[in-house]
């Protein structure tokens, strides 16, 4: 088993400006940019620290919003294409279907590829309803802007002979001859986050890594199932290998249980902060269709989701804001405690859900500080890394 660090680079001292929204429209006035230069440098050196102990790294973007200060997640890629050595480097994500210019995107992706000699994961993704005010994008039908965005960068990515043209339906350019060309051929590995049944089966019949962010036990495995009935639909030959299954869940971890439950807490912050926006930018008309709104109304009271938690057994605990540490533990969101518990915690929530290759960590979510983060990164990498790539190998021997 792989694992990634991640962190979404928060701006925390801005959290309190507006219980109420967070994203979109928060005034920048609330962000003091020698602290946020402060706190690039701090993630960074942690993601090289990361590096150090043997973890793979991953980030992310978000706009306009004190809950991720990374705006390209491509510009935090190539710093550290540079100044680390030996990590894979996952940008999931890249919000392909609201970028006006994929030509550029293939183009840096490719740079970023020959810098790092070879160890870039593109990660390709729909992006989060809030993200389309920041764009000047209308969610109608990002899907077909994401897939003509995605055989765009994939063919600019894999023709070597010379220019070509392309007049789609939503982008147009006369001559495509990316220099350079990617390290990886014929393009580095694709990666996408999925969240509904929708898009599991086009992550499928191209054999790409699906990642599914923090959504527990039953909605997880269901996910990791469908993928498994559309790879064997698409006639790929045996069964799907582990690595093209990643979970995203937070890691609390400590030499006691208790330090391990206070880092809990802090980290426990990105889940209380990242969904803080008003409801016109939760679901702008067109991102979900009119049955998924009407199901969100039938089922919450309003037209987007509330995340709830839930246990293996199916026990509802409630909405995540109202849950404890331990509840969050119960339903998968979080893997808290000494290195054993969270070892213990992680490969049976892995086996529970039938396998995946790729751990992707938030040891640094919430105001959890620099001393913490940095322990933490530590104590997991020598006490609890090695053991889950043994325990990776030998399920991916017997998955073969």
């Not at 801005?14 to 109420?20: G, K, L």
């Not at 990105?270 to 709104?293: C, I, M, R, V």
């Not at 396998?355 to 940095?374: A, K």
């Amino acid at each position: 088993m792989r694992v990634w660090h991640f962190s979404e680079e928060p701006y925390p001292a801005a959290w309190s400006a507006n219980p109420d929204n967070l994203r979109v429209s928060l005034p920048n006035s609330n962000i003091d940019p020698v602290k946020a230069a402060d706190l690039y440098h701090r993630y960074l050196d942690e993601w090289l620290l990361a590096d150090d102990l043997g973890f793979d790294i991953f980030a992310n973007e978000h706009h306009s919003t004190p809950t991720c200060m990374t705006a390209s997640v491509n510009l935090i890629l190539a710093i550290l294409a540079r100044q680390t050595r030996k990590a894979r480097l996952l940008g999931l994500g890249l919000p392909i279907g609201i970028r006006t210019d994929p030509l550029r995107v293939a183009e840096e992706l490719a740079m970023i590829d020959v810098i790092s000699r070879g160890r870039l994961e593109m990660g390709f993704i729909k992006g989060v309803p809030y993200e389309f005010s920041a764009a000047n994008r209308s969610p109608v039908r990002i899907m077909d802007r994401f897939w003509e965005a995605h055989d765009l960068i994939i063919k600019a990515m894999s023709t070597h002979d010379g220019a070509f043209s392309w007049e789609g339906e939503y982008f147009h350019y006369r001559s495509v001859n990316i220099w350079p060309r990617p390290w990886q051929q014929p393009h580095p590995p694709v990666w996408s986050s999925v969240g509904s049944m929708h898009n599991v089966r086009n992550m499928a019949i191209r054999g790409y890594t699906m990642a599914t962010f923090i959504n527990g036990w039953q909605k997880s495995r269901d996910l990791f199932t469908e993928y498994r009935k559309h790879w064997a639909l698409a006639g790929h030959a045996g069964p799907v290998p582990l690595d093209r299954f990643a979970y995203l869940g937070m890691v609390a971890i400590a030499s006691t249980q208790a330090e391990a439950e206070r880092r809990g807490q802090l980290v426990r912050g990105y889940l209380e902060t990242n969904a803080t926006a008003y409801d016109q930018h939760k679901n702008p008309p067109g991102f979900w269709s009119a049955g998924d709104s009407a199901r969100l109304i039938k089922m919450f009271g309003k037209p987007h989701p509330t995340m709830t938690v839930t246990t293996r057994d199916g026990q509802k605990l409630g909405p995540v804001a109202q849950c404890s540490i331990a509840d969050m533990v119960a339903g998968g969101l979080m893997f808290c405690g000494t290195p054993d518990q969270v070892y213990e915690q992680i490969v049976t929530f892995a086996d529970a859900v039938g396998g995946f290759g790729n751990l992707l960590m938030m040891g640094q979510g919430g105001r959890l500080g620099h001393e913490d983060t940095e322990d933490s990164l530590k104590l997991f990498g020598r006490e609890v890394l090695p053991r889950l790539k043994a325990y990776g190998a030998q399920k991916a021997l017997e998955a073969a």
